[in-house]
RNA sequence: GCCCGAGUGGCGAAAUGGUAGACGCAGGGGAUUCAAAAUCCCCCGCCGCAAGGCGUGCCGGUUCGAGUCCGGCCUCGGGCACCA
């Protein structure tokens, strides 16, 4: 019996690709072009089976692409700086230079066996100091064109090992390593002026209609533009030179309601106040022992420290309002400072209740009947008469105002706000303004596994950028990694230089970039990888903008946000054409692979994470470590993380089945979108079903007499196959195309029609698969007798006529529920399926002598008799 | 805490508002075999002898008809600006 041997099959027909340079992107004008992918991997060791999957989705629609007739690029690369390599280092010793190419060399060999379709003549690493070179020129020219200043924002402080910690390096609010409390400190860093176009990338996504909405919708809520009111409470009594507040309020409708003025412990009247105020200058430091993360901010406890001070409200003749430092405001929204209602708040409810601030109800509900005359008659609880939630209704719900400013009765919360604002610009009092949420993007990390920022430090001159020609500024390889912080900065043969202006002594920056800037155009550097600009305009116009673009939802935000402002800003520097604007056609989000995490701890109580491959599972059903017999303790599944060593490693997959089964695999069962638990049972399913298939084209005779009868049918369930499968793999619905097939070998298996016409229904299914297997579809196509090689052949056409069906089933439902189905001719009359549908015994049954009241009958598709 | 998703048999899942459970896994039965492997065929949501009833996380609503649309919850996952 012929068997299917990956292990001579595969490597056999990815020469022979490579020998017909099938997946090399070729520029060609009379083409159109597709540009497909897939977001590139960080080289942290070991591809797992989540890359399988992302890589395999790309594949399958590139080859599909190219039978469609497209020019296709489909390139891959490495997103390879990182704080990764540098913790490496420390570690175990090494460089991270070393370790950072040794990974992408073992991950590149993992790669080239599954037999994507990728143009790897293109490939490079964000590290490479050709792409970090480009970068630094893309930087100086967008410093040039004003896009790009400095200024001081905090950062997470580790005392003890005096470095600057990630957000991911602070557990529990002390440093990872030292577990010393980290500190909030300020330094000046870059930033990029991404909140200028703000207003701008939120109304361009309603361009982007090949994106998935939940996307759009996040970044909108992200960018979260508000429209609201800024105004000024006067101090009572001058401090610290400070004379007024400026707050910033969505809700100014809730004015008559506010009891207190709270600041952010950074605004510049609390810093003044410190001054003279040794408690608020603790509560103050106090609220510095934390992290940055605005989660970590908006999880703690809300606290307060009264300052004594006191503001007029600006309305109320006579009312006092105190003023509080509070840790819960953030001095990067707005202007770090906010009037409190805590009756239409839950926040400032909460605050209130806890320092005894009165609350002042400023609305209450419509009551629903007409003869009571207030929402307290029908049992509403007001905040202000003692109840626990604060009375927030959806803005677009009418309620009744209590002695509004603007002389409003009932209405809506949109309509209050905007007659407030009106109100205020009209008597002077303040100003409707626009707000977002969005942030400049900073980009300094005190690190060195990074692109170094191209700026020279001169007492003179200030900060310069280098000459072009200079470029790159490269990382120098004489470092070590056996103290905390950057060695960049004690490193003085690199880091003191010549102005590039004056030539005086003076110094270079030491920060490197965010890695995100890489990652932010490394797709239009796809375009022309080995130019000596950023971008080559003929290339850049010819394949961008991409195509399809596929990546994990946990991109949906930050990433995708920095590349599609990148994008504007190439564009103003001369890199790209207007119509990249929008870099991303088309966007998949696909789910992650999930994995439970298996864990112990260490003797000082850290967590340790072992592999699923190093654990066993004892008959007892208990999990341990097979070396040492430890109990783990199973988290539940989250995505596949290095750092959490919860990967599966697909190459056990590979060597026992070939590139094909787990490709097949990971195309089959869940759909893409959708977070996937890796099990290992499947696998030998889906090479069984593989070795099927291949036996049924190597026993194929097309000699062989079979019924003639028995060949329309075939080709029809072929035509069928066609138009399904091609459907699944255009919606990325590849889980069903894989159905599709699973169906179709069973049609060929059972059918009883004649080897030539089996023949040519096993030769479209060589051409169907060869997207998901394509090696195992370059064999049948051989063994088949088809011409060439399989990967060059047009997809095939689904012939029309055969799809059509000449009779129909149709259901019949009594007051909704299914009771029966008719089999009626395609075209029949409505009076006769309705005559049918009324004999089916089982309706008559169901009927129960009652009579019909109505009869729906939907084309094609149901009956439904309403009694 | 805030923003965004997801939830359907024992399991992975399918289903333009129109037959819930296609296809696959696991399981059960059978054929073939001296026996086994491999292969092939059949059954397979739950309750019920059956007729039938109940079923898409929970509660309510819209509709002739809801897994699908709307409102309110629950659980799990993603993001929260220095993980990538």
């Known amino acids: 019996m012929s068997r299917l041997t990956p292990s001579e099959i595969e490597p056999k027909w990815q020469a022979a690709w490579e020998r017909a340079g099938c997946f090399t992107a070729r520029h060609d004008p009379d083409r159109p072009k597709y540009y497909v992918l897939e977001m590139f991997p960080y080289p942290s060791g070991r591809i797992h089976i989540g890359h399988v999957?992302?890589?395999?989705?790309?594949?399958?629609?590139?080859?599909?692409?190219?039978?469609?007739?497209y020019a296709v690029l489909h390139p891959m690369g490495w997103d390879a700086f990182g704080m990764p390599a540098e913790n490496a280092a420390m570690a175990s010793g090494g460089h991270p230079k070393d370790w950072t190419y040794g990974n992408i060399a073992d991950m590149r060999d993992q790669m080239k066996p599954m037999g994507f379709s990728i143009d790897w003549s293109r490939e490079f690493a964000t590290c490479d100091p050709e792409y970090y070179a480009q970068q630094q020129r893309l930087f100086i020219d967008m410093l040039e064109a004003g896009l790009i200043y400095r200024k001081a924002a905090v950062v997470n402080w580790d005392p003890v090992d005096m470095?600057?910690?990630?957000?991911?390096?602070?557990?529990?609010?002390?440093?990872?390593?030292?577990?010393?409390?980290?500190?909030?400190?300020?330094?000046?860093?870059?930033?990029?002026?991404?909140?200028?176009?703000?207003e701008e990338l939120l109304e361009a996504l309603d361009t982007l209609e090949k994106w998935p909405d939940k996307v759009r919708?996040?970044?909108?809520?992200?960018?979260?533009?508000?429209?609201?009111?800024?105004?000024?409470?006067?101090?009572?009594?001058?401090?610290?030179?400070?004379?007024r507040i400026e707050v910033f309020t969505t809700r100014p409708d809730t004015l008559m309601g506010a009891s207190f003025v709270a600041v952010s412990p950074d605004h510049p009247l609390a810093r003044a106040l410190e001054e003279g105020d040794a408690d608020l200058a603790a509560f103050s430091a106090e609220c510095r022992r934390m992290g940055t993360s605005e989660e970590e901010l908006e999880t703690a406890e809300k606290k307060g420290y009264?300052?004594?001070?006191?503001?007029?409200?600006?309305?109320?003749?006579?009312?006092?309002?105190?003023?509080?430092?509070?840790?819960?405001?953030?001095?990067?929204?707005?202007?770090?400072?906010?009037?409190?209602?805590?009756?239409?708040d839950q926040r400032d409810l909460d605050f209130a209740r806890k320092y005894g601030l009165p609350v002042i109800d400023t609305f209450r509900p419509v009551p629903f009947s007409s003869d009571v005359e207030s929402a307290e008659q029908e049992g509403f609880v007001s905040p202000e008469a003692g109840a626990d939630a604060a009375f927030v209704p959806q803005k677009t719900e009418?309620?009744?105002?209590?002695?509004?400013?603007?002389?409003?009765?009932?209405?809506?919360?949109?309509?209050?706000?905007?007659?407030?604002?009106?109100?205020?610009?009209?008597?002077?009092?303040?100003?409707?303004?626009?707000?977002?949420?969005?942030?400049?993007?900073?980009i300094s990390r005190q690190r060195y596994w990074g692109c170094p920022i191209p700026v020279v430090h001169c007492e003179a001159c200030g900060a310069v950028p280098e000459n072009r020609e200079n470029l790159p500024v490269r990382l120098p390889d004489d470092v070590s990694f056996d103290q905390p912080g950057n060695p960049?900065?004690?490193?003085?043969?690199?880091?003191?230089?010549?102005?590039?202006?004056?030539?005086?002594?003076?110094?270079?920056?030491?920060?490197?970039?965010?890695?995100?800037?890489?990652?932010?155009?490394?797709?239009?550097?796809?375009?022309?990888?080995?130019?000596?600009?950023?971008?080559?305009?003929?290339?850049?116009?010819?394949?961008?903008?991409?195509?399809?673009?596929?990546g994990g939802v946990e991109h949906a935000i930050l990433h995708l946000l920095y590349s599609r402002f990148f994008a504007r800003a190439m564009h103003i520097t001369g890199h790209l054409p207007e119509k990249c604007r929008e870099p991303f056609e088309a966007l998949f989000t696909q789910g992650m692979v999930t994995h439970a995490i298996y864990q112990t701890t260490d003797d000082r109580g850290r967590p340790v994470y072992h592999t699923p491959d190093e654990v066993d599972v004892r008959e007892t059903g208990e999990i341990v470590v097979r070396a040492t017999g430890e109990t783990v303790e199973v988290i539940p599944s989250q995505k596949m993380s290095k750092s959490k060593r919860n990967t599966v490693d697909p190459a056990a997959i590979v060597a026992q089945y070939g590139a094909d089964t787990a490709r097949w695999f990971v195309m089959s069962d869940s759909p893409p979108e959708r977070d996937v638990e890796w099990t290992a049972a499947g696998a030998e399913a889906a090479f069984r079903h593989l070795s099927r298939v291949y036996r049924m084209a190597a026993e194929n005779d097309p000699s062989e007499p079979g019924a003639e009868a028995e060949d329309e049918p075939l080709r029809r369930a072929t035509a069928r196959a066609i138009?399904?499968?091609?459907?699944?793999?255009?919606?990325?619905?590849?889980?069903?195309?894989?159905?599709?097939?699973?169906?179709?070998t069973n049609t060929i298996a059972r059918s009883a029609a004649s080897g030539a016409a089996r023949r040519e229904a096993l030769k479209v299914m060589a051409q169907l698969m060869q997207p998901m297997t394509p090696h195992l579809a370059e064999?049948?196509?051989?063994?088949?007798?088809?011409?060439?090689?399989?990967?060059?052949?047009?997809?095939?056409?689904?012939?029309?006529?055969?799809?059509?069906?000449?009779?129909?089933?149709?259901?019949?439902?009594?007051?909704?529920?299914?009771?029966?189905?008719?089999?009626?001719?395609?075209?029949?009359?409505?009076?006769?399926?309705?005559?049918?549908?009324m004999d089916e015994p089982a309706v008559q049954r169901a009927l129960d002598g009652g009579r019909p009241k109505k009869l729906i009958v939907v084309p094609g598709r149901i009956v439904n008799i309403v009694v």
């Not at 990872?176 to 300020?186: K, L, M, N, Q, Y």
């Not at 919708?217 to 004379?243: C, K, Y």
């Not at 209050?416 to 009092?429: L, Q, Y």
Request: hydrophobic letters at 40%; proline letters at 6%.
């Open 488 to 550: 960049l900065d004690r490193h003085p043969t690199w880091r003191d230089v010549p102005c590039p202006e004056c030539g005086r002594p003076a110094k270079r920056e030491t920060d490197t970039m965010d890695t995100f800037v890489d990652s932010s155009w490394y797709f239009a550097r796809f375009t022309a990888p080995r130019a000596e600009t950023p971008t080559d305009p003929e290339e850049a116009a010819y394949w961008m903008n991409v195509d399809q673009y596929i």
């Open 306 to 344: 009264d300052t004594g001070r006191t503001v007029r409200h600006p309305l109320i003749e006579g009312r006092e309002l105190p003023v509080w430092v509070a840790n819960f405001i953030l001095m990067d929204y707005g202007t770090g400072a906010i009037f409190g209602c805590p009756a239409h």
């Open 53 to 69: 999957r992302n890589y395999t989705m790309g594949d399958v629609i590139a080859r599909y692409k190219r039978a469609r007739g």
């Open 217 to 243: 919708l996040m970044q909108a809520n992200w960018i979260g533009r508000s429209r609201g009111l800024r105004l000024a409470f006067d101090l009572t009594a001058p401090a610290a030179g400070h004379e």
């Open 163 to 198: 470095t600057v910690l990630a957000n991911e390096q602070v557990i529990d609010g002390k440093g990872w390593r030292s577990g010393a409390p980290v500190e909030r400190r300020e330094l000046v860093q870059w930033f990029f002026r991404i909140s200028d176009f703000s």
């Open 723 to 744: 138009a399904d499968v091609t459907e699944g793999i255009e919606q990325f619905g590849f889980n069903t195309s894989v159905a599709r097939l699973y169906a179709f």
């Open 779 to 837: 064999e049948m196509w051989e063994m088949l007798g088809g011409e060439g090689l399989l990967a060059e052949q047009p997809w095939p056409e689904a012939d029309p006529a055969l799809l059509v069906e000449d009779t129909i089933t149709l259901p019949v439902q009594v007051n909704g529920k299914k009771r029966g189905e008719i089999t009626v001719p395609k075209d029949a009359a409505k009076d006769v399926i309705e005559a049918l549908a």
């Open 398 to 442: 009418k309620v009744r105002w209590i002695d509004h400013f603007a002389g409003l009765t009932e209405a809506t919360g949109e309509e209050a706000i905007d007659a407030s604002i009106a109100h205020a610009e009209a008597n002077g009092w303040g100003e409707g303004v626009v707000q977002f949420r969005l942030r400049d993007w900073g």
